[in-house]
């Protein structure tokens, strides 16, 4: 494992863009159009650069599958953030649906702890040239060291059915459910506390 550097950008694009079609949630996000792949590509570039400020990416060793995990209030927007939402809003969800994803992602914030002492688990996926060769293993061993190591909870959000059942068995539980009906989305709010202790 080792941590993204800026020199990793367009690997770890290439991995979240290949990552994303499969996700119902980011599908809502994206404009649907022609220019979807192109969409994809730049909110992977935000993710990335919205990330790497935290120190929060994180690579396998065969560099095929990636991890974004960060403490959620270790860093406080600058005018460069507001910078690279707004190049967001047009690249990639377009001007008319972003008052509809803005409502969207503060009922989410809303949802999560306010102190934002917590890691929160951004982003998990793997190539398809990597998918059963240990990266996923490897990256989920990476991000709970790094809730021990902190003696923080991990919190995450997703979309997939398939995805709340393998953190199921990983320690995490559903705290909310939010059905977003308009988009035809379940999404499911998840923890796992077992990595924090008393001092």
């Given at each position: ?7 990793d950008?367009?690997?770890?694009i290439?991995?979240?863009a ?17 220019k ?14 919205t ?31 507001y ?25 989410v ?68 459910t939010?059905?977003y ?19």
């Open positions: 494992m080792e941590k993204a550097t800026k020199a950008e367009e690997l770890i290439d991995i979240i290949e990552s994303f079609p499969s996700n119902p949630s980011v599908l809502s996000i994206i404009k649907n159009d022609k979807e792949p192109q969409r994809m590509r730049w909110l992977a570039r935000y993710v990335f650069r990330a790497l400020k935290k120190d929060g990416i994180f690579l396998s060793a065969d560099r095929t599958g990636v991890a974004v995990c960060y403490r959620f209030n270790s860093h406080k927007e600058s005018l460069m953030d910078w690279n939402q707004l190049v967001l809003a047009f690249t990639a969800i377009g001007i008319e649906r972003i008052f509809k994803v803005l409502k969207r992602d503060i009922y914030k809303n949802k999560r702890p306010k102190s934002g002492d917590f890691l929160y688990f951004w982003f998990f996926g793997v190539s398809n040239k990597g998918k059963g060769r240990g990266a996923a293993h490897e990256l989920k061993e990476v991000v709970f060291s790094e809730a021990k190591r902190q003696n923080l909870p991990i919190y995450l959000e997703t979309s997939i059915a398939q995805n709340k059942r393998v953190y199921e068995r990983y320690g995490f539980e559903v705290y909310h939010w059905d009906k308009s988009e035809g989305i379940t999404l499911w709010f998840m923890r796992n506390q077992k990595f924090t202790h008393l001092p």
